[in-house]
């Protein structure tokens, strides 16, 4: 009888087996939290790289050319031999500033993008066109084709948003980049290190690294999958992570690269 008193004792009660069972969902939830945090720094980390390698890519061209390069083309675009008709995306023009020379000598400019003959490349995923945080297995899927994506690209800014007061009217409304422009690094007059060269959208559906739609329209910009916002490279080389709070307004300053806006440092 004394023995099984000891055993009555010793047993948990009901109000001290749910007080066990609290603390330990606490710290499961307190693990989860600290295993999502690291792996959304790690996933931040790998982004941010990326964009440095990418401008990597667009400033080793310009050394190369004395241009940047287009954000896209539709041709006709005698620099690139692209006839009346084709076009093609930032990436494909880029392809050997990526460590992609193997690719860039199979690709046919003066063939649309979507061509069978430049499936063999534009089909290739490459990895550091991929946000870290988006899902590895998409692909762009035009029907007579499919290829590759990005979660990458540069603006494109649409003069209406200033009709409608959304962004600041301004003289000129491109980016460093624009469709069927190289521009020079001293046309760049709002400042290297206050405009936007490239920028993330891993949210926005699968898009082609080698179309011509690949410019990124200023409404879609935070289709990113970061927690709190996304980043954007700037014309220095410079990564940032912007806020989601940033405004349309503050955003459009930072994206064209001739407008003449006052930046506030704290935009970004």
């Known amino acids: 009888m004394v023995g099984h008193a000891l ?39 790998e982004c941010q790289d990326h964009l440095k390698n990418q ?45 992609q020379a193997p690719l860039a000598s199979l690709y046919h400019f003066n063939l649309p993008f979507d061509a069978p003959a430049n499936q063999p490349v534009v089909r290739t995923r490459l990895k550091i066109l991929e946000c870290p945080n988006a ?14 994506v990005t979660d990458y690209a540069p603006f494109d800014v649409n003069p209406f948003l200033a009709d409608i007061g959304k962004i600041d009217p301004v003289a000129l409304f491109a980016g460093p980049m624009p469709s069927n422009g190289m521009v020079r690094m001293t046309d760049i007059t709002d400042g290297t290190a206050y405009t936007i060269l490239l920028a993330e959208a891993s949210g926005r559906p699968g898009m082609a690294w080698s179309s011509p739609d690949v410019l990124l329209a200023l409404k879609y910009f935070f289709g990113s999958l970061h927690w709190g916002g996304s980043h954007a490279c700037m014309a ?20 064209t690269r001739a407008g003449g806006e006052v930046v506030n440092g704290n935009d970004f």
């Open 236 to 255: 220095d080389g410079s990564v940032h992570f912007l806020s989601r709070s940033i405004g349309l307004r503050e955003l459009g300053r930072l994206a």
């Open 7 to 45: 055993l009555l004792r010793r047993a948990f009660t009901l109000l001290e087996l749910l007080v066990v069972l609290a603390i330990l969902a606490v710290l499961l939830g307190l693990t989860l939290s600290a295993v999502q945090r690291a792996r959304e720094s790690a996933a931040r980390i």
């Open 55 to 99: 401008a990597f890519a667009v400033l080793n061209y310009e050394s190369a050319m004395g241009r940047l390069p287009p954000g896209a083309v539709q041709g006709p675009f005698d620099p690139l031999g692209v006839p009346d008709g084709v076009g093609h995306g930032l990436w494909s023009i880029l392809l050997g500033y990526l460590d």
């Open 135 to 148: 899902s590895p297995n998409r692909i762009a899927n035009w029907g007579t084709g499919y290829g590759g």
